[in-house]
């Protein structure tokens, strides 16, 4: 479903993502594991259209998206959760949502809202609420809600995990895997490695810009070195 060919993105002289190949395919959720730094942000924000690669390539459902501007990328059905939320923090908890559903025609708006609604039923008690007046788990929930008001049939969330205790934690992850369960590709940045690799069909690790090692989620959470590196030993 998604490629991600060789790419090499650059800041200024920084050069942050070195030669990054990988895949997701449909159905699966594939995980980004890797330190801070490591180029995670950077990947899919290329892929997502707001950095764009020097050399290189990116397909979705097999044509290049290199190039193409952001917003239209979300609507072929490709969707982001940005690091740290930003939700619009001045508007209530629905019109975040309605915001999320601008690229598709009114008539899917209603019974998107439902949907979401279901998945998050604390959406629907605070719809009336302001988003700033959300904790950060809430804020989380509703980031999500949002990019799936696009009627996106790929989600990727960058990091969201971030600053949430464990037990917000876990519900983010159960609500990312019934997400998962009703038929979503999902690609997955995280530091939290050990929650995100028993999740992930597949996962891939990047260190300082490259990908350095992939395997089965479940083959990665037994690697001696992922260990080591990235689950506390
Ligand atoms: P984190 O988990 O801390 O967000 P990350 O793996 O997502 O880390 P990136 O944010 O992609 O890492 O950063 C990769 C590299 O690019 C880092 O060395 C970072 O300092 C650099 N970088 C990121 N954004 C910029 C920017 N706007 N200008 C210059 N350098 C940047």
């Known amino acids: 479903?998604?490629?991600?060919?060789?790419?090499?993105?650059?800041?200024?002289?920084?050069?942050?993502?070195?030669d990054v190949s990988f895949e997701v395919n449909e159905g699966e959720i594939v995980t980004l594991i890797g330190a801070n730094g490591a180029g995670k942000s950077t990947t899919l924000k290329t892929i997502s259209g707001l950095l764009h690669p020097k050399t290189g390539d990116?397909?979705?459902?097999?044509?290049?998206?290199?190039?193409?501007r952001a917003h239209k990328i979300v609507e072929a059905g490709l969707a982001q959760v940005p690091e740290g939320r930003h939700v619009f923090l001045h508007m209530t908890v629905e019109e975040n949502l309605d915001m999320g559903a601008y690229t598709q025609p009114a008539s899917t708006i209603a019974p998107n809202k439902e949907k979401v609604f279901e998945l998050f039923p604390r959406l629907k008690e605070?719809?009336?609420?302001?988003?700033?007046?959300?904790?950060g788990g809430e804020q989380q929930m509703l980031a999500m809600g949002r990019a799936l008001m696009s009627n996106a049939s790929m989600l990727m969330l960058d990091e969201p995990s971030m600053g949430l205790s464990p037990l917000l934690v876990q519900e983010i992850f159960d609500i990312i895997q019934n997400i998962h369960k009703e038929g979503m590709t999902i690609l997955l940045v995280e530091q939290n490695a050990q929650m995100a690799l028993s999740v992930a069909d597949r996962a891939y690790v990047l260190e300082t810009g490259?990908?350095?090692m992939d395997g089965t989620g479940a083959e990665l959470l037994t690697n001696e070195r992922v260990r080591s590196a990235y689950l506390g030993g």
């Open 1 to 18: 479903m998604l490629k991600v060919d060789n790419i090499n993105v650059f800041y200024g002289n920084i050069h942050a993502v070195k």
């Open 58 to 68: 990116v397909l979705y459902k097999g044509k290049s998206i290199k190039g193409v």
């Open 126 to 135: 605070r719809r009336k609420q302001l988003a700033g007046t959300m904790s």
């Open 210 to 212: 490259r990908v350095v």
